[in-house]
Each structure stands twice: as structure tokens, then as C-alpha cells.
């Protein structure tokens, strides 16, 4: 049987100089190779590849399709390539697709192809699910997946999905070319999160926090270095720093080994800590992200961040003063903002004066408790990287504008559509960047 592990391609392609390995689609291909060593992953996105995969098929095939599963690499117009592959499929193949969209949209899927959907966490049901994918008996057995049976939709016991991260096999990255990819590495060490924020798929798809420990973690920083001249990595768990113990023991590690190499990490203000943050810097961390949102206290508790305004200033302070390159994030058009609460926004904003600023228009993204909520601004589908306010009012587009000019008179590098960020090369340590689109990974972390 021929298995292959699509990353499809997104609408439009992924920019090229912030494109990186799709460790989601790698983990659950490195998964199948244990039984099916056979097993290929067909990167569409960095390919650049259309809608035909024929090519690349044989005489029996199991294509999964891997869509918004851990990381948001997509918009929901990717969907459209999966269908259109689909259709142009012209040898026998049974489709699968995991991830979030499919979960709660199934319909939608099995109306266009797909044969099997597995539901929620797929790590341990997606073998299974390959060993029986032609025996309708026993893939009634298996909990957590939906498929069609004479035209009617058949699904199976619902049970709780396990987080069982830590267990984790390192993803093996020989089965794309990792000549497609930005020099800056990725890693992803945990999944699942502490908080509970309405607008961020993690804890309601995940659930509880799972994290490798620090041994497995530094086997795949040293084969990085080894098998690609990793100079950087950045961690891209939703929140890296939530275990205090397995990051000291990492850093000790990197220490104790003489690691070189530089990372970067997303944390939370609420799992922050100075001497965890110092051990980090130490050992090579020299660029962190906190998901800070808005300045608005009223709006952070409709959001279920919850945060106290002054802590934040401190710790962002603090941070800076051990040397950290600091990114911050900010959405500007949370349902029921207000003129006033943009004003406070840009206020704590300029205050915290972070290296780089990602500036968003909210993400709907399925699943989420804001998403449902607002299925009338929605409209049914998830969308990533949107640079237009769902908000639509002067005052508000008023006041988006002044925190532009104010960031332009505060010498922001203003970033609003996509750019090649292979022509911001050897930027000062301190520049400063505000993007309403992805900021390329890596940028100004210097030793």
C-alpha cells in the first residue's frame, strides 16, 4: 500500500522566506513509518505544487491529509486544494484528513471525498485506523472517527482524546527537503495549555499541558546541529515555559554539553518567572513572544486572559533589561472593542516599546468558544492571517490608524502586506518591527 502524508497546499502559497517544516504533518508521518517504513510526506505548500497528485500515487493508496491540526498554517481556503485533489485523483485511493476543521465541519468533508475522518487528537488512532482502513468491522471499533457507510454518516464512540505529548517520537525530517525551509529550525516540545483563552484553539482541542523532558528535548537540538548547521531554533509550543523543572533541567543541559546555538520561544505572562528567564538567556534564548492581546483590562477578562496591566509592564520590563529580543502580540478588533480601549492599547504599547509588534485582526478559528459565539462574523469558516478589522466603524479605524502613525513616529519598521524578509538582513539588534503579517523567525538575535 501507498501511504503518503500531504501537507496541502495554502491559498495563497505559504511566503517563502517565512516558510517552515510542517512538524505536524512530520510527527504523524514519522508515526506510520514505525510499521510502514514505505511512508512519504508530500509537502504541496513549499513545493508549490497544484492540485494533482497522480504522479505520485501507485496502484493502492492512502493519502492523509494533514489541515489545521497543531500549527494555524492554513487558511480556510486550503480546504479548496484538498477537494480539488481529490477530485483529480484518478487511481484507487481511500483519503483521510485530521486536524480541527474536520472535527467540527465533518460534513463538509465527507461530502467532498474524504473517506475517514479522525477526530480530535490523532496520534494514536491514526495507525489503527490504516490497518483496518478496508475492514468496515473493525474500523467501527475504533473511538474518535467518522466515515460514510451506504451513504449515511457513521460515528464511532466518542471518547476523551489523550495528550500523551511527552511520548513523542523526534520528527524525522529526511522525508522532506529541508532545503525548502527558512535556516531558522523549528521545534515543537509540548502541546496543550494552562489557560483558557477564548479565542485560541490549544486548550479546548488539546486539553491539558504535555511536555517531552529535557533529555528528548536535547537529543533533537544536537541532531539539528549536526544534520542541518542549525544556528537557531525556535520553540513553537503555545507556551513553552509552563514547567519551570524541565526548562532549568534543559538549560543546565545546554550548558553542561556546551551547546551552540541560539532560540527562541512563545511564553505566557502568567507562567513568567526571573530566574527561569535568566537560566534561559545563559543558555542561548535570546528572543521570546508573550501573547499580551489588548491594553484593556475589560477586554482581557472577555478574553479569559485575565491579566494585571501593571505585571505585565514589569515583566516586560524585566525581560528586556536581561537582554531578550521581545515580541509582543495584539488584537485590535475583539468583539465589543471600544475607541477607548484601542487608546489604552497603544498607551501600554509605546510604554512597552517590544522589538517587534504583531499586530492582528481577530482569527475565528473553529473550536473556539469566540468562534461559536460569532458565527455570524465568522460565516462558517476559519481564516488565519486577515488584515481587515471584523469591526467595521470609523472611530475604530480612526484609532487603528493613530497607533500606525504612532508607531511610524516611534521608528516601527511598518510591515502591512506580505514582504520578502530575505532583504531585512543585518539589522541592527534593537530594530524595532510592527507587522500586521508574520514576522520571519530569527531576525536580529545575535549573540
Known amino acids: 500500500m ?19 517544516e510542517p512538524l505536524d504533518v512530520l510527527m504523524i508521518a514519522t508515526i506510520i513509518e514505525k510499521k510502514y517504513p514505505q511512508v512519504k510526506v508530500l509537502d504541496m505548500d513549499s513545493n508549490r505544487l497544484n492540485n494533482d497528485i497522480n504522479k505520485y500515487l501507485e ?7 494533514v489541515y489545521d491540526y497543531q500549527l494555524p498554517l492554513h487558511t480556510s481556503n486550503a480546504i479548496e486544494n484538498i477537494f480539488e485533489v481529490i477530485k483529480n485523483t484518478q487511481k484507487p485511493t481511500k483519503f483521510i484528513i485530521i486536524g480541527k476543521t474536520s472535527t467540527y465541519y465533518y460534513q463538509k468533508f ?60 523526534i520528527p524525522n525530517r529526511k522525508l522532506v527537503s529541508m532545503d525548502n525551509y527558512m535556516d531558522t529550525r523549528t521545534m515543537i516540545t509540548s502541546r496543550g495549555c494552562i489557560g483558557t483563552c477564548k479565542f485560541c484553539t490549544t486548550p479546548y482541542f488539546y486539553g491539558k499541558w504535555s511536555g517531552k523532558p529535557a533529555e528528548e528535548i536535547i537529543k533533537e537540538i544536537e541532531m539539528l546541529i549536526k544534520e542541518y ?26 550548558k553542561r554539553k556546551k551547546i551552540k546555538c541560539l532560540f527562541g520561544c512563545l511564553c505566557s505572562i502568567k507562567c513568567y518567572d526571573y530566574e527561569m528567564l535568566k537560566e534561559m538567556y545563559e543558555s542561548g534564548f535570546r528572543w521570546v513572544h508573550f501573547g499580551i492581546e489588548s491594553g484593556s483590562e475589560r477586554l482581557l477578562k472577555l478574553m479569559h486572559k ?27 478588533d ?33 473550536g473556539t468558544p469566540i468562534y461559536n459565539e460569532n458565527k455570524d462574523i465568522s ?30 513616529k516611534d521608528n516601527y519598521h511598518l510591515i502591512t502586506e506580505e514582504t520578502d524578509w530575505n532583504k531585512y538582513t543585518d539589522l541592527p539588534k534593537n530594530t524595532k518591527i510592527a507587522a500586521f503579517t508574520p514576522i520571519k523567525y530569527g531576525m536580529c538575535w545575535y549573540e
Open 2 to 20: 501507498n501511504i503518503i502524508v500531504i501537507n496541502p497546499g495554502n491559498k495563497p502559497y505559504t511566503n517563502k522566506t517565512i516558510v517552515a
Open 59 to 65: 496502484e493502492k493508496n492512502i493519502v492523509i491529509f
Open 110 to 169: 465527507l461530502d467532498n471525498g474524504i473517506d475517514i475522518i479522525i477526530k480530535g487528537i490523532a496520534d494514536d488512532k491514526v495507525l489503527p485506523v490504516i490497518d483496518n482502513i478496508n475492514c468496515e468491522e473493525e474500523l467501527s471499533k475504533i473511538p474518535n472517527i467518522i466515515y460514510k457507510k451506504d451513504n449515511k454518516i457513521i460515528k464511532t464512540t466518542s471518547v476523551p482524546s489523550k495528550n500523551l505529548f511527552s511520548t513523542m517520537p
Open 229 to 254: 548547521h542549525t544556528k537557531k531554533i525556535i520553540f513553537l509550543d503555545d507556551n513553552m515555559i509552563v514547567d519551570k523543572e524541565r526548562i532549568m533541567n534543559l538549560c543546565r543541559e545546554i
Open 306 to 332: 485575565d491579566m494585571d496591566i501593571s505585571y505585565i509592564k514589569k515583566v516586560i520590563k524585566e525581560v528586556k533589561e536581561l537582554g531578550y529580543r521581545v515580541r509582543t502580540s495584539f488584537i485590535l
Open 334 to 366: 475583539y468583539p465589543t472593542t471600544t475607541k477607548e480601549d484601542l487608546q489604552t492599547t497603544k498607551d501600554l504599547i509605546l510604554e512597552l516599546n517590544p522589538h517587534e509588534l504583531r499586530l492582528h485582526y481577530l482569527a475565528y478559528r473553529v
Open 379 to 408: 460565516n462558517g469558516s476559519q481564516y488565519i492571517h486577515s488584515n481587515k478589522p471584523n469591526i467595521k466603524n470609523n472611530e475604530i479605524t480612526t484609532e487603528v490608524n493613530n497607533i500606525i502613525e504612532s508607531l511610524q
